[in-house]
């Protein structure tokens, strides 16, 4: 059963001309296209590659480079056969062709296909109609399983029982790919084509304020399909966003790139060792995000197993955890009950020709770096904040790549795996000051995919008061009862690590909201309780040695 969520009124003549100047698609040629939005130029190909595409000046923020290259890495295990494959043009990994499993990669209906939000019916909507035939997922307003976006009553607005495109940003893209190319002209030429067709969703939305952690952010969701050619379950899957971040192109300016690994936000970034020649005292920190991970059931853990078969058996057994596929307003959110969504697995960088640390050069590399293992299969983690100068930081500059990986998870025919990549670019008064940045875009982020992609918070930075505190403070949210959003205040006196977290009435902790270092001042945070059941919660602030509890009651 569909969950729709929708709001009346349409988009007027100066919402329209604002719509047109914020965000713009050039097309390159027939499987290229160029995405600008706000503060983002971004160009990408059908075959999976981001950025690198011919006669591109890569991705660019304020219209400075920051990105050379984007893509993914696939691993795992068909029997006791280790396989890996990916996209990752500045590694040479190129293994994805355009189109469905043994399809014509040539076929000119195997393009990108970009979708307009506004207005309801246009010409994308329609060209649409192509990318359904070949596995784009629809909204059937009808119900009668065609997608046939037509205005039934004439009014010149979409509405609920009409159908629509799987539209998630104010922009949408949509292609398919498979691994379909041949051994012998891969890197890893002793894996063969596995018939893996994954269907790729790069959006983004427009908005006026450059504060607005979607100004700096493009999301990017792999549907990945195990098409059964090689064996009907895929075990002990790691997938990875990859990129080849690189933050300036001239006088060499991405030769002092550093990388870094933030467990807290699922995320792995590449950042500047101070001034550089191309951005000068402000160079950005791109983060790749895992923002929703596969599922996975854990006996014991997410369920328990009352008939003892390893298996999560709906009406049988019992669920302690939950999982979700967040699809947007009009699709709505799938709950996958006794699983959860795994976040970042691992993080390794990676140097182009370094003997120790270089790319993936064939397969058992690959699949030890996507479990964040090093050449020698120990594992190993930036797990230092180079903002705090506490922990092992990188601190070698160079030409910096780096992989964010998430699982172990199973591909079985029949059953596609959603994962959801955001992409973030945070700029701010320095090259440190840009990791901090972005990390609270990372939290409102966060918080815009519990909210299914409606609303999204201000990040948590723009919400500081400038006022002098002197005390630690908890405040009571607001409201209480609250269903399902509700704010919550609290104030720091000097430099703090500070961690929110919310219980529920046995002690369980169910969320945390933030964990993270805060400079002194007020904040304000939103919480939203829409995956939770109603009942009395607690939160809880730990900032220093100041520890203090608050009630507060979810109503639905």
């Known amino acids: 059963m569909k969950k729709i969520i929708f709001n009346s009124g349409f988009i007027n003549n100066y919402l329209l001309m604002l719509l047109i100047i914020l965000c713009s698609v050039t097309t390159y040629s027939q499987t290229e296209y160029l995405l600008n939005i706000n503060r983002l130029s971004l160009p990408f190909k059908n075959d999976g590659v981001i950025a690198d595409v011919t006669n591109s000046t890569g991705g660019r923020l304020d219209d400075k480079h920051f990105l050379f290259s984007a893509g993914f890495l696939l691993a795992g295990k068909f029997g006791n056969e280790i396989f890996a494959n990916g996209v990752a043009s500045a590694s040479r990994i190129a293994d994805y062709l355009p189109g469905n499993v043994d399809s014509n990669s040539t076929n000119p209906n195997y393009k ?40 039934l009553n004439g009014n010149g607005q979409w509405d609920i029982n009409e159908d629509r495109p799987d539209i998630l940003g104010d922009i949408t893209t949509w292609c398919v790919l498979n691994d379909g190319k041949p051994a012998n002209q891969r890197r890893f030429s002793d894996v063969n084509p596995l018939g893996i067709e994954i269907h790729q969703t790069l959006w983004a939305y427009t908005t006026n304020n450059p504060n607005d952690a979607r100004s700096v952010t493009f999301f990017v969701r792999y549907k990945l399909i195990n098409k059964g050619k090689v064996a009907q379950t895929l075990d002990s899957v790691y997938f990875a966003g990859w990129s080849d971040t690189d933050l300036g ?116 590399r690959a699949w030890n770096y996507l479990q964040g293992k090093n050449l020698t299969g120990q594992r190993y983690m930036y797990s230092g904040d180079p903002v705090t100068g506490i922990g092992w930081i990188n601190n070698f500059p160079s030409d910096q790549r780096q992989i964010v990986s998430t699982g172990p998870f199973k591909l079985r025919v029949g059953k596609p795996v959603n994962i959801i990549l955001a992409h973030i670019v945070g700029r701010g008064n320095s090259a440190l000051n840009s990791i901090t940045v972005s990390r609270a875009y990372s939290s409102a982020i966060e918080q815009f995919l519990r909210n299914n992609f409606t609303n999204i918070p201000l990040s948590v930075e723009n919400n500081q008061s400038t006022q002098i505190v002197n005390d630690y403070e908890l405040y009571q949210n607001y409201p209480n009862p ?75």
């Not at 192509?130 to 909204?139: C, K, L, S």
């Open 112 to 151: 990108i296909y970009v979708i307009l939000k506004d207005p309801a019916f246009n010409s994308s909507w329609m060209d649409y109609r192509n990318a359904v035939v070949r596995g784009a997922d629809f909204y059937d307003g009808n119900g009668d399983g065609i997608y046939n976006p037509i205005d």
């Open 249 to 364: 192109a001239v006088s060499d300016a991405y030769l002092d790139d550093l990388a870094g690994c933030d467990t807290i936000h699922n995320s792995g970034y590449i950042y500047n060792d101070g001034d550089d020649p191309d951005w000068g005292v402000n160079p950005p920190a791109h983060f790749i995000k895992v923002l929703q991970g596969p599922y996975a059931y854990i006996p014991g853990i997410t369920f328990i197993d009352n008939n003892f078969n390893g298996e999560y058996d709906d009406g049988i057994d019992t669920p302690l955890d939950t999982a979700y596929n967040h699809r947007g307003n009009v699709l709505g959110k799938t709950v996958i009950p006794g699983a959860r969504n795994i976040g970042m697995y691992a993080y390794v960088n990676t140097l182009s020709s370094n003997p120790v640390q270089g790319d993936p050069g064939d397969k058992i």
């Open 482 to 556: 609250f269903n399902p959003q509700t704010k919550i205040k609290f104030s720091v006196p000097e430099f703090s690590f500070v961690k929110l977290s919310v219980f529920d009435i046995i002690g369980k902790e169910v969320r945390t909201i933030l964990n993270d270092w805060k400079t002194a001042g007020e904040y304000v945070v939103e919480f939203d309780g829409s995956e939770l059941p109603s009942g009395v919660y607690f939160y809880q602030i730990k900032a220093g040695n100041y520890v203090e509890t608050k009630k507060m009651i979810l109503i639905k």
